[in-house]
């Protein structure tokens, strides 16, 4: 009987020694950036898109929404829409649109 010795491959499973793993890896590179690396990758996708969301919303918060989202001027949009009959099938100035309003 022969003996075979197993050596993993050097980036964990899911790689090969046939081919380089995505990044060059060596010493001086950071664990989490290996640890990141050998993660599947739908959760660390899906964590920097998370991420990335908040950091984007955090300008946001506490501001006052746009003069264009009043209600007096979404009415006056409308009651604009109407006049000028711009989507007089499916929109404003349909006839479903004006029943529901009671015009």
Known sequence: ???VWY?????GPGTSYSRPPYGYMNESTPKFVQQLTRMPRLPVIAGFSLAA???????LIGQQ???TMSPEYQAAQRAYMRYHNMNPIWGESSKKSRAAEGH
């Open 53 to 59: 969301g908040v950091l984007a919303y955090i300008p």
């Open 65 to 67: 929404l746009p003069f």
């Open 1 to 3: 009987m022969v003996k």
């Open 7 to 11: 050596e993993p491959p050097p980036f």
